[in-house]
């Protein structure tokens, strides 16, 4: 993570200087800081969100800092604070029946890695702020089609997943016979 990162991810503790002292001391320890001031985080669970972190990432579209929780198998898309409506919008632009996903904003907290987490830790960066998030709602707009996109195609990926496994345990049609 950049200094300016660890500057701005900080800022939005309650006491950034006891962050940021905590950082200091232990990059590796995650830190518990309120959202909707600097930004509000979606959260959706671990394999779509690495489906659609890994399209976002593929087609180049916008997008902010990722965090992953081990242990509860979640992913978080940080996002410009004061997005709930608008994103809410783009993703009922592309279904009716949206992936399940939790939106924090005002009033909720988010589990934010250190800035120099281990591959082992239980909070790690996919992708570590490296500055501030500046209006962009475009970020909203792609996480919502992507969310979308991904869960489709986990979706279609299990049924051919059921379908194969059914025919692999249908028996094989008999040969014809080729008597002369």
């Given at each position: 993570m950049t200094r300016r990162g660890i500057e701005w991810l900080s800022s939005a503790a309650d006491n950034p200087d006891k962050c940021r002292s905590q950082w200091a001391s232990d990059p590796r320890h995650p830190y518990a800081l309120p959202t909707g001031r600097l930004f509000d985080v979606v959260v959706v669970g671990q394999r779509l969100g690495m489906e659609t972190f890994d399209q976002l990432l593929r087609h180049d579209m916008p997008l902010g800092p990722v965090a992953v929780d081990q242990a509860a198998?979640?992913?978080s898309f940080f996002l410009e604070p004061e997005l709930r409506r608008r994103f809410t919008n783009y993703l009922d632009a592309e279904t009716a029946d949206p992936p399940h996903h939790t939106y924090l904003d005002e009033g909720s907290v988010?589990?934010?890695?250190?800035?120099m987490p281990l591959s082992s830790d239980r909070y790690q960066w996919l992708r570590a702020p490296a500055r501030p998030l500046t209006g962009h709602h475009l970020r909203a707009a792609g996480l919502a089609v992507m969310l979308v996109a991904a869960a489709a195609l986990i979706e279609r990926v299990d049924k051919y997943?059921?379908?194969?496994?059914?025919?692999?345990?249908?028996?094989l049609p008999k040969a014809a016979s080729h008597e002369h």
């Open positions: 198998k979640k992913i988010v589990v934010a890695p250190g800035p997943d059921e379908d194969c496994s059914a025919a692999a345990v249908d028996p």
